[in-house]
């Protein structure tokens, strides 16, 4: 079946460590996102990429960094410098820019 | 960028019942679309709606897309329904949305049986 995966389900992180959450789809889309949620709050975009090997920055980018190697993978690390990382993370997909998206499980990160 | 809003933030409803979801826009929108997040945080895309009226089942969506607003209505509601339910768009402004959704705060929906 086609969709998006994205690991790990529960992540934890250290202060001061950078880490990187997995995002793969297998729906030959074009375009796909990050975005945050915090509780009781709506999403919010962190990166987004139309292509492979191009990339956006989102309205809260700053502690976030991606890759677009591959058209099917999207990772994201939340560095460091992100003060404040723990958060519910979902990676997205769309065909285009008119289509609808399609959405991971997500990624619960918590820093320890 | 363009604000989102929706109403009502919460709704409690017994079984059966019916129910109007709000979405309001603060500037003209394209890729309007409708998510119900579940219990486990899985958000599904319900509608891809810009402009018009669509049917899936027991839930249905109107865009106006002239007024900036859209409207989910669920019939017959069942426990399952329960969970947010988000209203998206991207802002159609100078052309560079490209499929950037921005969220609402969503609706928290309960149905009790």
């Known amino acids: 079946d086609g969709g998006i995966t994205q690991s790990p389900k529960y992540l934890f992180r250290k202060e001061g460590q950078n880490v990187t959450l997995s995002c793969e789809q297998n729906l030959n889309h074009d375009a796909m996102y990050w975005y945050r949620q915090d509780p009781g709050q709506g999403l919010r975009l962190i990166y987004y990429s139309q292509i492979v090997n191009d990339f956006q920055k989102g309205d809260i980018a700053e502690g976030y960094s991606v890759s677009r190697e591959k058209k099917e993978s999207f990772p994201l690390t939340v560095t460091s410098a992100q003060k404040n990382p723990t958060a519910f993370y979902l990676c997205?997909?769309?065909?285009?820019?008119?289509?609808?998206?399609?959405f991971g499980s997500g990624t619960r990160l918590t820093v320890v | 960028g363009i604000q989102v809003e929706q109403s009502p933030p919460d709704l409690i409803l017994q079984e059966g019942a019916n129910s109007t979801l709000r979405c309001n826009f603060s500037d003209s929108v394209n890729n309007l679309q409708w998510f119900h997040q579940n219990p486990w945080g899985q958000l599904i895309n319900l509608f891809y709606i810009p402009s018009g009226t669509k049917q899936n089942g027991r839930l249905s969506a109107t865009t106006v897309a002239t007024e900036r607003y859209s409207l989910l209505y669920i019939s017959s509601s069942q426990t399952t329904d329960s969970g947010v339910y988000f209203c998206?768009?991207?802002?159609?402004?100078?052309?560079?949305?490209?499929?950037?959704?921005?969220f609402g705060q969503g609706t928290i929906l309960t149905v009790h049986p």
């Open positions: 997205a997909s769309s065909i285009g820019s008119a289509g609808g998206y399609t």
């Open positions: 998206a768009g991207s802002s159609n402004a100078g052309g560079t949305s490209y499929g950037k959704l921005t």
